[in-house]
């Protein structure tokens, strides 16, 4: 075998054995790395030497040379094998014929005949089939041009992800077949002219010129068109278009054609910077067919740091976040539209804040848009319009020789003001509020106790109140005092033959704080809490500033863990609570009344995850008066392996509402035996069936309320999704859409949005194509 290198101020570098002295113009210097380097720079590449090879070689060494039998050329990231190689060292044309391999970063072309500039990469190859690494798509051609090092055009050709089996006739299930499609591996995309998508040998997608990706790299272009039918507003055909801008923002187009509707135009621009971030989202439908009148909306958020730092390590920082939408019905009309906007309560606040050490100040404004709803009227919140704060905090100081004292002072003026339509006429109400809130903290513990007793002063003065028809102006300050205490003890124990600590942990809470009369002040902004442990263990029963209760109470609990010494995980925890009352609690909401039971509900939960496969939990309220529980949670969920998942949930609170939610992922093979082992990067096994699935029944009404269920189907190369998806929207309507999506394995997805719709409803849900690391080109290195 003859072997040459060809390098730069060298006539031949090396004979035989192939080992060129690399020139010293390279300028290359070795040095330790981790990896393989996979990029040079273009001057260095152009310097370096060409080796090529064969059983039997002709020609000049200066000239043209010709290697016959087993021949090969390689050059830094490109190797060509073929019969017969014919190379010019002067221009760097290579000519090669019978069985030719051109390997260029992994990305390998086969076929009868190429040329090819090796310094320019510009050339040809006949009748040819490549792969490319970074995707793993294949595809043929009638022929294939080199436009440079990084662009090549497919003529006469097909693409595809789909794998080629050896020594078989490739028909993948699905190609685009066109009449030119450019590969460009600098902006990894493709390019396809008169081009076809094909689905198991069906025109599915046609277009004089389309785009598509080559890896998961950003680009502009049209992005798969969806469609669905909803029985709210018929078929839904949305063509969406993609900017990409700039590195840093970008923005989308979205036109939807309803077919019971008309047209709705929807937008998103979205924007990043080293200070500031945000995104804005609108939407315009002229004239609804339905409605007969335009709809709108639109969602504006933004972040900035306006100044990083004043000196002293001040900061100042702005954030705004509205919200609009045109009509009430917008919420019922498009429950899937942008999410800030799918709710009856839409939140609008711009915020304006300050911070330097130990103080903080913000100045903000808060407004809801309500959308009512005749059947379920609500009461919309307070804005306030605007409000002021002003906060000091140190933590670990010393006060009477006694260091760990944590202090926390806090002051707030705000405006409050509320509009509410009844019997036709508008009727304002408000009022200002100062609020002045201080906090002293000390903590004392060691390991198996603590002690922590806290003060608060709590005081509030109304101005110009309107909200019981008349002007009031009215102060009050509560003073309250809470203690919070626990012991933690432990020891060993086994079960099963297996190591645990198990823990017992007594809790004890006492709050005092005196009543003050609450009956003539205003409610802007407080309500009643959740019935849980963090209220049980709270001086204020109330939620905001406008309520204090007066609780002079105690609070008893009692839990306990059981640890794995092994692993350190929690397998069980068990827990009770119950709140005495040593008076009469008398502060009220408007219209409450006083509680005059001492014993609160009892609280028990519990939590048990013997094997990480599976975990249960529970939450009683349980009234010990009755002897009957008051609401109830009760929860279990089973993930024996990847893609496999149930969740159960029962919830019941009595009087009001009782349900199941059900959801799962899980493969059908599974179903009937033993399911096949996983694939790296993919999910169980080739040609799989899956089913997904999320339900909530009442049992009351003896109907479901929201409802997803469907199908996935994994055939390696592509996936294929059907959905049915229903939504209750009000006591009497809800909305069913249907949902077909084709996900072709990079390239794209085409039909209905039904993989968000699953991983928005279904628990645990797992894609079924796991992130590949980006392959290296020397895996395919010969």
């Known amino acids: 075998m003859a072997l040459l290198a060809f390098g730069v101020g060298s006539r031949v570098a090396s004979a035989q054995t192939g ?106 190859f006949e009748q040819p089939e490549y792969s490319l690494l970074k995707n793993e798509a294949k595809g043929d051609a009638r022929r294939i041009d080199f436009l440079d090092e990084d662009r090549m055009v497919v003529q006469g050709g097909r693409y595809s992800t789909c794998p080629r089996q050896p020594g078989t006739a490739w028909m993948p299930a699905w190609l685009v077949r066109s009449s030119s499609i450019e590969l460009d591996r600098a902006e ?60 840093n923002y970008d923005a989308t187009i979205t036109p939807t054609l309803l077919s019971k509707r008309g047209v709705d135009l929807g937008g998103e621009f979205r924007y990043l910077q080293p200070t500031y971030n945000g995104q804005l989202r609108a939407s315009f439908m002229p004239s609804d067919r339905l409605r007969e009148e335009n709809r709108w909306a639109y969602s504006f958020q933004h972040q900035q740091n306006l100044v990083e730092s004043l000196g002293g390590g001040s900061a100042l920082g702005l954030r705004l976040n509205l919200n609009k939408v045109g009509d009430d019905n917008h919420w019922r009309d498009f429950p899937r539209s942008i999410t800030s906007l799918s709710s009856r309560l839409l939140n609008n606040e711009a915020m304006l804040g300050w911070s330097r050490g130990p103080w903080s100040t913000s100045v903000g404004m808060y407004r809801f848009q309500t959308l009512q709803d005749i059947d379920a009227p609500i009461t919309p919140p307070f804005d306030r319009v605007p409000t002021l704060g002003i906060s000091y905090e140190q933590i670990n100081q010393t006060l009477l020789g006694s260091p760990g004292w944590d202090l926390s002072l806090h002051t707030n003026a705000t405006r409050f003001q509320r509009s509410v339509f009844s019997g036709g006429v508008r009727q304002e109400s408000g009022g200002e509020r100062a609020l002045f809130v201080a906090n002293l903290v000390r903590r004392w513990q060691a390991p198996g106790w603590y002690v922590q007793p806290r003060v608060r002063l709590h005081s509030a003065r109304y101005i110009n109140d309107t909200t ?81 209760s007066d609780t002079r109470a105690v609070t008893l609990g009692l839990s306990s863990r059981l640890l794995n010494t092994g692993s350190g995980a929690e397998v069980v925890r068990l827990g009770v609570a119950q709140r005495a009352l040593l008076k009469d609690q008398s502060v009220t909401l408007p219209d409450g009344k006083a509680v005059t039971e001492r014993l609160s509900d009892s ?7 013997w094997d990480p496969l599976w975990s249960v939990d529970s939450n009683v309220q349980f009234n010990t008066k009755s002897r009957q529980s008051v609401r109830t949670t009760l929860g279990a969920r089973y993930t024996p392996g990847a893609f496999k998942a149930i969740s159960a949930a029962y919830r019941i609170q009595r009087g009001v509402s009782e349900q199941i939610d059900i959801g799962w992922q899980w493969p059908l093979s599974g179903l009937w035996g033993s399911s096949p082992d996983p694939i790296p990067g993919r999910a169980l096994g080739p040609e799989q069936w899956y089913s997904v699935g999320r339900i909530n029944y009442s049992l009351p009404d003896r109907k479901m309320i929201d409802f997803v269920a469907g199908f996935e189907y994994d055939a390696g190369c592509w996936l294929g999704r059907v959905v049915l998806e229903r939504l209750q929207l009000s006591t009497t309507t809800n909305d069913q859409r249907i949902l077909f999506q084709l996900e072709f394995n990079g390239f794209s997805r085409i039909g209905a949005s039904a993989l968000k719709s699953i991983q928005a409803n279904i628990p645990r849900y797992r894609y079924l194509r796991d992130e590949i690391v980006q392959p290296n080109r020397f895996e395919q290195y010969d």
């Open 468 to 548: 019981t028809g008349t002007s009031v102006t009215a102060s009050r300050t509560v003073p309250s005092l809470s203690l919070d205490s626990g012991l933690v003890f432990e020891r060993s124990a086994s079960f099963f033959g297996v190591d645990y600590l198990q823990t017992l942990e007594p809790r004890a809470f006492a709050t005092w704080t005196p009543f003050r009369d609450h009956s003539k002040l205003p409610n802007y902004d407080s309500g009643a809490r959740d019935f849980n442990l963090a209220s049980m263990f709270a001086e204020n029963a109330f939620s905001g500033n406008d309520r204090i």
């Open 603 to 609: 609280l028990f939960a519990a939590r048990v995850q």
């Open 188 to 247: 990894d995309v493709g390019i396809a002219k008169a081009g076809v998508v094909e689905f198991k040998g069906v025109p599915i997608l046609a277009a004089p010129i389309f785009s598509f990706p080559l890896s998961d790299k950003r680009k502009t272009g049209a992005l798969p068109p969806s469609l669905s039918i909803s029985t709210q507003s018929g078929v839904e055909l949305t063509t969406p278009y993609y900017f990409n801008l700039a590195p």
């Open 19 to 124: 080992l060129g002295a690399v020139p010293e113009a390279a300028g290359i210097r070795l040095k330790s790395g981790a990896t393989l380097l996979q990029e040079l720079a273009p001057a260095l590449r152009q310097q370096l030497p060409v080796f090529v090879s064969g059983d039997s070689v002709e020609g000049e060494i200066d000239a043209t040379s010709v290697f016959e039998g087993n021949a090969e050329l390689r050059r830094h990231d490109t190797v060509i094998r073929a019969d017969r190689v014919e190379y010019d060292k002067r221009t760097g044309d290579t000519k090669a014929t019978g069985q030719v391999l051109l390997n260029r970063n992994g990305d390998r072309v086969t076929g009868p005949e190429m040329e090819i500039n090796v310094n320019t990469y510009r050339g040809h």
